[in-house]
């Protein structure tokens, strides 16, 4: 019988396959289902024979120019390509029409999978899907796709463990993978990052996947069972106004403070626990900003995806992807950029944020996972200095201080689903004797919950920040002077000094010598007045002769 080509048009009217199914209706009719062992394996025995055949066809053609656009179509499909997965789908689909299968109940992982799936590919069958994520997919994790809300998911040796965002913790799966699944699952990732490869010798990785999660591998003897931990970051368009208002990250009466961090434009660093809403901040700032500004990050995947967002931006997005962080930013010094976007200073990043600080104009934002705010420029500086081969601590703390404006701390409570502002700190470098210090400007009282505020900004700041945008300078100030009278932060607190200079071997050098020079003043001073009683005495003892 001749081969019949698979008709997506037809099909999906006739299975009304075009409509998207609803989301909570699937994940409360799937929680309910128990795995069918009985009926793995017609689908097992389906999905090797697509493979099987698959591969016949391979051989057939595998020296010509159709047997390498099959290898990089099938090998782009697994990094999650849409512009391959499509080919496959169809791929699956025809061999399913053609050899007539029909009934074949699929894994409780795998229900109405294709729902969850990209526009046009929701049009192919629940089975094709089934089939292609078995053989070019993560398998049983394929269920997280179906799971929107959930940011993060855990395999800890065969067991699978997903966030629920409603409950904000962690819930075991019914089902679990076998041994080999959890190897070809790690092969699989492996593909996604050029030269990978976890081993005895090698045996822990970080890897971004092409359709933006976050992969950590640990295998033995780094631990005793495998973990693979996956991250993704949740979707929505946001606006610093959504933050407030919706999420409750900062208190609505400080949005103006939030819009003049973004549009006058000092150099911000967001930091906080893994988790906190980082990105998500970074990305509102980013939004706020007008499009014209040339802004440019650099990120190691799609994690902030400006582009999505906000397609009219004019903004460059620098995907290292492994490759070399100090080229990329050469790369990024030639584009004219007028800000910089750093995402996660780890360890090389560290003295790529401060080049886009020093070479770029105002602007910077960068996220890390630091919690001590004020330790912030000595743990950049020992980056920088690993980085650099061994280069002066001190000054490349100094140097981190000076261009670093403002520290957002973000904060999240024991269930991971509530999250806010802890504090919003100016960091100051004063050139005269070296001193580091932070001043909170914005900060949630620990006992009360409240927000307190101090109008306490350095003049340099005031004055950069008002050359970036006069406007929404004095919006911010005027909006903190308010705020800091309504409820202001208690007098001798939020100031955190890293390095007291007195602490300094040549600051106090310098003041026992200031010291000494007023001592020696203040004697010549009593000196002189001596000399002038004594005379003012010679003189009168004369004049009584």
């Known amino acids: 019988m001749k081969a019949v080509r698979f008709n997506l048009q037809k099909y999906s009217?006739?299975?009304?396959?075009?409509?998207?199914?609803?989301?909570?209706?699937?994940?409360?009719?799937?929680?309910?289902?128990?795995?069918?062992?009985?009926?793995?394996?017609?689908?097992?025995?389906?999905?090797?024979?697509?493979?099987?055949?698959?591969?016949?066809?391979?051989?057939?053609?595998?020296?010509?120019?159709?047997?390498?656009?099959?290898?990089?179509?099938?090998?782009?499909?697994?990094?999650?390509?849409?512009?391959?997965?499509?080919?496959?789908?169809?791929?699956?689909?025809?061999?399913?029409?053609?050899?007539?299968?029909?009934?074949?109940?699929?894994?409780?992982?795998?229900?109405?999978?294709?729902?969850?799936?990209?526009?046009?590919?929701?049009?192919?069958?629940?089975?094709?899907?089934?089939?292609?994520?078995?053989?070019?997919?993560?398998?049983?994790?394929?269920?997280?796709?179906?799971?929107?809300?959930?940011?993060?998911?855990?395999?800890?040796?065969?067991?699978?463990?997903?966030?629920?965002?409603?409950?904000?913790?962690?819930?075991?799966?019914?089902?679990?993978?076998?041994?080999?699944?959890?190897?070809?699952?790690i092969r699989t990732l492996e593909s996604h990052k050029p030269g990978a490869k976890v081993n005895e010798q090698s045996p822990e990785i970080e890897l971004d996947l092409y359709t933006g999660e976050r992969v950590s591998i640990l295998i033995e003897?780094?631990?005793?069972?495998?973990?693979?931990?996956?991250?993704?970051?949740?979707?929505?368009?946001?606006?610093?106004?959504?933050?407030?208002?919706?999420?409750?990250?900062?208190?609505?009466?400080?949005?103006?403070?939030?819009?003049?961090?973004?549009?006058?434009?000092?150099?911000?660093?967001?930091?906080?626990?893994?988790?906190?809403?980082?990105?998500?901040?970074?990305?509102?700032?980013?939004?706020?900003?007008?499009?014209?500004?040339?802004?440019i990050s650099f990120e190691n995947d799609y994690e902030i995806q400006v582009s999505i967002d906000n397609p009219q931006k004019k903004f460059i997005e620098m995907i290292l992807n492994g490759s070399n962080f100090d080229s990329a930013i050469k790369s990024g010094l030639r584009t004219d950029a007028d800000y910089g976007v750093v995402q996660e200073v780890r360890v090389d990043e560290a003295e790529g944020t401060m080049i886009l600080g020093e070479r770029l104009q105002k602007g910077l934002l960068a996220t890390t996972h630091i919690w001590k705010t004020y330790t912030i420029p000595e743990q950049w500086a020992r980056l920088i200095c690993r980085y650099n081969g061994g280069t002066d601590l001190k000054a490349e703390t100094q140097r981190v201080?000076?261009?670093?404006?403002?520290?957002?701390?973000?904060?999240?409570?024991?269930?991971?689903?509530?999250?806010?502002?802890?504090?919003?700190?100016?960091?100051?470098?004063?050139?005269?004797?070296?001193?580091?210090?932070?001043?909170?400007?914005?900060?949630?009282?620990?006992?009360?919950?409240?927000?307190?505020?101090?109008?306490?900004?350095?003049?340099?700041?005031?004055?950069?920040?008002?050359?970036?945008?006069?406007?929404?300078?004095?919006?911010f100030m005027t909006t903190l002077k308010n705020l800091e009278q309504a409820s202001p932060i208690p007098v001798g607190e939020g100031v955190t000094i890293f390095n007291p200079a007195i602490a300094d071997p040549q600051y106090r050098l310098a003041l026992a010598t200031e010291e000494l020079s007023k001592n020696q003043s203040r004697t010549a001073d009593a000196m002189e007045r001596m000399a002038a009683l004594m005379e003012t005495y010679m003189l009168r003892k004369g004049e009584d002769r």
């Open 13 to 185: 009217k006739e299975q009304g396959l075009h409509k998207r199914g609803d989301v909570k209706t699937h994940l409360d009719a799937i929680r309910k289902e128990e795995p069918s062992s009985s009926n793995l394996t017609a689908f097992q025995k389906l999905s090797v024979k697509f493979a099987e055949e698959l591969n016949t066809e391979f051989v057939a053609i595998a020296e010509s120019k159709e047997g390498d656009d099959m290898v990089k179509l099938e090998s782009h499909a697994m990094l999650g390509k849409s512009d391959s997965v499509t080919p496959m789908l169809d791929k699956i689909e025809t061999f399913i029409l053609n050899n007539k299968i029909r009934d074949v109940q699929l894994p409780v992982y795998y229900k109405d999978i294709h729902l969850f799936a990209e526009g046009e590919q929701r049009k192919y069958s629940n089975l094709a899907h089934a089939v292609f994520h078995e053989n070019y997919g993560l398998k049983a994790l394929a269920y997280w796709s179906m799971l929107p809300d959930s940011y993060a998911m855990q395999i800890v040796g065969r067991y699978i463990w997903i966030h629920n965002a409603k409950k904000g913790r962690f819930e075991l799966m019914k089902f679990r993978l076998s041994s080999s699944d959890v190897n070809k699952i």
């Open 221 to 295: 003897p780094r631990v005793r069972n495998i973990v693979i931990t996956f991250r993704r970051v949740l979707r929505k368009k946001v606006s610093l106004r959504n933050l407030s208002v919706e999420d409750n990250l900062f208190p609505e009466e400080s949005l103006p403070l939030y819009h003049g961090m973004s549009l006058a434009m000092p150099n911000t660093v967001i930091t906080g626990p893994m988790g906190t809403g980082k990105t998500t901040l970074v990305r509102a700032m980013i939004h706020e900003r007008p499009d014209h500004l040339t802004g």
């Open 401 to 475: 201080a000076e261009y670093v404006d403002l520290i957002i701390l973000l904060q999240m409570d024991e269930t991971k689903t509530i999250k806010w502002v802890e504090s919003v700190e100016e960091l100051r470098f004063n050139r005269e004797n070296g001193e580091i210090s932070t001043h909170q400007i914005q900060r949630r009282n620990p006992l009360t919950k409240q927000y307190e505020y101090r109008a306490d900004i350095t003049k340099q700041l005031q004055l950069e920040m008002r050359l970036k945008n006069q406007q929404w300078y004095e919006i």
